[in-house]
């Protein structure tokens, strides 16, 4: 293969304009593509997609490339006769000097490519509207004044003015407008409400039940075009994929249901007395042959490739079905009378509609106490567009605006309205249809509604010609194609949970009804939500948990008091929590502080033997510290339940700790503090470092109950002596005379309240001793952080040691009094006396190892560090992911 040349190259990759002898000439209003680009609606399924687009044979190696490409990409299930084209028919002019092929014999290529979709979406309207049309009004109304055809013409009216509207304003390239069938149940109770009125035999019977069907409908346009024009159509997007998927199986049914009775002629409920009655002997022929019919064509386009196979077989059928007719030598009227056609409608002028609109004989007082009906018929149709558009698009695989449909929707229902019909809508099962036969374009629209037009001016007549066996195999066929897609082919794109709300909505659909379905399907998208979130790793409510054994508080101890923390802190267990805590998860936190206190513990909290050489049983947790640092909300749901772990850390001995839960959620931490009061068994603490001292504390107080306090004694001292208590725990095992001289190198310094000791940056010039008052360290450039330093602390000493520039702003709180080592001081006593600068330098780097604590633990995932910066950085403990701070997980200190 030779390599290509700079030339053609640029060709290739350069977009494809309209050029004369190209392909791509004949679409005039198209933008240009880039060479391999895909075509909106050209998909390909299994090769037997309806590419239409006739190709010219390439005159010279210097033509474009064509622009069609396949693509497997596309979510959507595939019918077996596979996707369409792209639009043949769109409103742009074809050149009349391109070749012969964009010519006149292109158009008319186009023309008898369209014809078989056209023929089948003004048949199946056609079918359709003879069986609803005669059910506008109510069976039981025996005195209706004018044949039930009127209602023939009503549907032919409002799906002709819906398909006009949907050609000019609707942004799918084939929508099919019908009138919406489902609320026929809900205008029998407007017919039954108003002859109840004023009696069946009453003249203003049916003008008040015209113009309340025909308000009804201005109402329904009025809110649909509201909707679409202040943009509130988008919350529609809210339906997951998978209930949209439950709702296409649930009209699936309904429109396999509608099949077998349109080749019946009789109702048909999904019951056992229902299939028993279908294999009648007067009725049973009539939907096998249909159903024959349907099995037939698919099992044939598992083996004919042609993609206009469908649709020529659909049309087909009458010619047949004639020529069988007259190979048996049996008329059609004998056909007829044996069900095998439909009953003649009565013929009435296509102008009748509007002489029964005759307004001086309308109830207008009964129109306003059917507010209640015509709004629940109004909600009831909002149901239906946000379910017909989505699964539209879903099938036809074209993004659209739901809110220009809304306004489509709302213009089409207004204008039906006002010419005296009802309510209409995108019809989802006869324009997948039309599209899955490789119907689009707007061209073919507008004929599909001039059609319409036609038959509502001369009648619904012709349709008794078509035999019930073309519409049973259509409407089974095409039923039989969205259950596949909704509960077959979706079977390894769910996962079970969504799987069994697809099957769910689909059954309550088909047995109980529409309406129901979609509020199954509401409920059941919450739970589904509710389920999935809960049980997603990322959402799981505990981040990590941990024994306290080696975490400590900013708190200074002396070494007596650390080695009674390093003994007993192992009672203390942390969970730290995250996310948002809500009823969907909060029951695994419950589940694992109930597995805490369930498993193997030991009640000293020392190593005890067992059997097993790896694992050891946990000690006994006294204190539970819940860590609400990482959470981000709370509900009422999980707040209660929290508030129960109280008694069951009540019923283990255990306190509980709540630390960190955010400001917003005051009113929940009033709530625990005024039910439960201060009891000792539960605190609550501003942060974990807070948490952890408190649990330190009691741990400590309960010792010296217990062996009585060596600073009890102390505590009686006079108070010139608090500076040598101070200096005490920072070396305990050194004598009072040590630590007298030591002292001796710092000088006292009384601070004023505000006074700025040092500002951050300042040269390191000094540490500090704080005997009395409060001092707080300001960091400047951290929006203000700030950290108290306690009574008896040592301040300043690291930078003063290494020579850094302050890190901090320190400033005095309150009067306070301090002891001062300058550089001086130190100077000297490194020269007088190395032992005391040892020591000074053994307290700041014991002050060092307590303000970077840390614990590596993992969690499934990384590892977490523990840190606890207490005097510079903010009093707390964090957690922060080792990745982040650039540590690995073999850290070593």
């Not at 805590?581 to 909060?586: D, E, I, Q, R, S």
């Not at 952080?785 to 930078?799: A, I, L, N, Q």
Request: hydrophobic share 45%; charged share 15%; proline share 5%.
């Amino acid at each position: 293969m030779e390599p290509l040349r700079d030339d053609e190259r640029q060709r290739l990759l350069s977009p494809v304009r309209g050029r004369t002898g190209t392909p791509t000439a004949t679409h005039g209003q198209s933008h240009s593509r880039a060479a391999f680009e895909v075509p909106p609606l050209r998909r390909d399924a299994g090769g037997n997609t309806l590419h239409f687009t006739v190709q010219a044979p390439q005159a010279s190696t210097t033509d474009s490339l064509p622009i069609t490409a396949p693509n497997n990409g596309s979510p959507r299930c595939y019918s077996p006769y596979g996707a369409v084209r792209e639009s043949i028919e769109s409103w742009g002019s074809h050149p009349e000097d391109a070749d012969p092929l964009n010519g006149w014999e292109r158009g008319l290529t186009d023309v008898l490519q369209a014809t078989p979709c056209v023929v089948i979406a003004v048949l199946l309207d056609l079918m359709i509207c003879v069986p609803f049309g005669l059910s506008f009004f109510p069976v039981e109304w025996e005195d209706m004044p004018v044949p039930r055809a009127l209602g023939i013409q009503m549907f032919l009216l409002t799906t002709a003015l819906c398909q006009f509207v949907f050609v000019f304003r609707s942004n799918f390239d084939g929508a099919i407008g019908q009138m919406m069938v489902e609320n026929v149940p809900f205008m029998h109770t407007l017919s039954n409400a108003i002859i109840q009125e004023i009696g069946p035999k009453n003249p203003a019977v049916l003008p008040t039940i015209l113009v309340t069907y025909a308000f009804s409908s201005i109402v329904c346009g009025v809110l649909f075009y509201a909707l679409g024009h202040w943009k509130l159509g988008n919350i529609v997007y809210l339906f997951p994929k998978h209930i949209i998927v439950g709702a296409v199986g649930g009209i699936g049914a309904f429109v396999l249901q509608n099949g077998i009775e349109n080749a019946t002629g009789k109702a048909f409920v999904w019951t056992l007395d229902g299939v028993k009655g279908l294999f009648d002997d007067d009725i049973v022929w009539l939907w096998v042959s249909s159903a024959l019919l349907a099995i037939t064509l698919l099992v044939l386009t598992r083996h004919i490739s042609t993609p206009l196979f469908p649709p020529l077989y659909f049309v087909s059928i009458p010619p047949l079905f004639y020529i069988v007719l007259l190979v048996f030598g049996i008329s059609p009227e004998t056909a007829r009378e044996n069900g095998w056609f439909f009953d003649r409608a009565p013929h009435v002028p296509f102008y009748s509609l509007w002489e029964q609109y005759d307004f001086s004989l309308v109830a207008w007082e009964l129109i306003p106490k059917q507010f209640g009906t015509i709004l629940g018929l109004t909600f009831f149709s909002l149901m239906h567009v946000p379910i017909n558009i989505p699964s539209l698009s879903l099938t036809t695989d074209k993004e659209v605006d739901i809110n220009d449909e809304l306004m489509a929707h709302g213009i089409s229902n207004t204008l039906g309205g006002l010419c005296g019909s009802v309510q209409n809508y995108l019809c989802y099962s006869t324009s997948a249809l039309y599209y899955k036969c490789g119907g689009t374009g707007r061209r073919s629209g507008f004929v599909i509604g001039v059609f319409l037009l036609f038959f509502f001016a001369v009648g619904p007549n012709a349709v008794s010609y078509v035999p019930r066996c073309m519409a049973g195999c259509v409407m089974i066929h095409i039923g039989w194609d969205l259950l596949k897609e909704a509960l077959i082919d979706t079977y390894d794109q769910l996962d079970a949970m969504e799987l069994g709300t697809v099957w769910a909505i689909a059954g309550t659909m088909t047995f109980w009804g529409m309406n129901q379905g979609l509020a199954v399907g509401a409920l059941l998208a919450c739970m589904t939500f509710v389920m999935q979130s809960a049980r997603t790793p990322t959402n799981a409510p505990i981040r990590g948990s941990m024994s306290a054994a080696t975490l400590r508080s900013h708190i200074w101890r002396t070494t007596d008091e650390l080695d009674t923390l390093d003994r007993e802190c192992r009672n203390i267990h942390v969970v730290q929590l995250r996310g948002h805590l809500f009823f969907g998860n909060v029951n695994q936190l419950s589940d694992y502080v109930r597995e805490l206190f369930e498993a193997p513990h030991h009640a000293n909290g020392g190593d005890s033997e067992i059997h097993s050489p790896v694992a050891r049983p946990r000690p006994a947790i006294r204190w539970l510290v819940l860590d609400f640092t990482l959470v981000v909300g709370l509900d009422s749901s999980a707040a209660d339940r929290l508030t129960k772990m109280k008694y069951v850390c009540d019923a283990n001995c255990c306190k509980l700790v709540f630390a960190a839960i955010p400001r917003v959620y005051n009113n929940f931490t009033e709530y625990l503090n005024q039910l439960f009061g201060d009891n000792g068994m539960l605190h609550i603490a501003s942060d974990l470092d807070a948490a952890l001292e408190w649990c330190e504390n009691d741990i400590l107080g309960k010792l010296i109950e217990k062996n009585g306090s060596p600073a009890s004694t102390c505590a009686a001292d006079e108070d010139e002596y608090t500076h040598l208590r101070n200096l005490r725990r920072f070396m305990p095992d050194q004598p009072l005379a040590v630590q007298q001289r030591l002292l001796d190198y710092f000088h006292i310094q009384e601070l004023e309240k505000d006074e700025i000791v040092w500002k951050q940056g300042d040269n390191s010039d000094r540490a500090l001793l704080l005997v009395d008052g409060a001092l707080t360290a300001v960091v400047e450039e951290e929006a203000g952080t700030t950290e108290d330093v306690s009574v008896g602390s040592v301040v300043g000493e690291m930078c003063f040691l290494t020579g850094e520039k302050r890190k901090t702003s320190l400033v005095a709180t309150k009067r306070s009094v301090v002891y001062v080592l300058d550089r001086a001081s130190f100077a000297e006593m490194l020269e007088k006396d190395c032992y005391l600068a040892f020591l000074f330098q053994g307290i700041s780097l014991r002050y060092t190892s307590y303000r970077l604590q840390y614990l590596s633990i993992t969690d499934g995932t990384e590892n977490v560090l523990l840190v606890t910066m207490p005097e510079y950085m903010g009093n707390y403990v964090t957690a922060y992911p080792l990745s982040v701070l650039g540590m690995s997980r073999d850290i070593q200190y």
